[in-house]
């Protein structure tokens, strides 16, 4: 099943650059596949990221990035309750 997404990245107040468009999630590896955004992010259009995720307690673990870009990502997000 294919769902939508939006991510908006701000500094100083301003929004520095955002993206969108459907992702999946089987569990383990989470893939935003990206259909629109700001123009400074247009070479991205098209293209997948890919992220392996795993969950430990109450925190997610997500290391990946866009297909054919060396950049890897790593991040934990924390739920609150």
Same mark, same amino acid.
């Given at each position: 099943?294919?769902?939508?997404?939006?991510?908006?990245?701000?500094?100083?107040? =301003?929004?520095? @650059?955002?993206?969108?468009?459907? &992702?999946?999630f089987?569990?383990?590896?989470?893939t935003?596949? $990206?259909?629109? *955004?700001?123009?400074n992010? =247009?070479?991205? @259009?098209?293209?997948?990221a890919? &992220?392996?995720?795993?969950?430990?307690?109450?925190?997610?673990? $997500?290391?990946? *990035?866009?297909?054919?870009?060396?950049?890897? @990502?790593?991040?934990?997000?924390?739920?609150?309750?």
């Amino acid at each position: 099943m294919l769902r939508s997404y939006i991510c908006t990245h701000t500094f100083n107040n =301003s929004i520095a @650059f955002s993206l969108g468009g459907s &992702y999946t999630f089987d569990g383990k590896t989470y893939t935003e596949i $990206i259909k629109f *955004g700001s123009a400074n992010q =247009s070479v991205l @259009f098209g293209r997948n990221a890919v &992220y392996k995720v795993r969950f430990e307690g109450n925190k997610m673990h $997500i290391s990946g *990035g866009v297909e054919n870009d060396p950049r890897i @990502f790593n991040e934990i997000w924390e739920r609150v309750e």
